[in-house]
């Protein structure tokens, strides 16, 4: 039977994208409450950058994943 999902991924893969903007977007968020002048304190040059490294970790492994009904 021939699957009619038009999709490009699987819900799974979907769901982990999602989750892995919002940590993007958590990234950003850190960066911008630094209080130091130009983000020089450790929420702009450390905790935020991490967290937006993450954040496309989790991107680049959502895309690689395989749905279990995809096989």
Do not use: C, H, W
Request: proline share 1%; no cysteine.
């Amino acid at each position: 039977m021939e699957n009619k999902n038009n999709f490009a991924f699987g819900r799974k893969n979907y769901i982990i994208m999602f989750i892995g903007i919002a940590v993007l977007a958590l990234g950003f968020i850190i960066m911008s409450i630094d209080k130091e002048q130009y983000g020089l304190g450790f929420f702009g040059l450390t905790l935020g950058p991490l967290v937006v490294f993450l954040g496309f970790i989790i991107e680049f492994f959502a895309i690689m994943v395989k749905d279990k009904k995809d096989v």
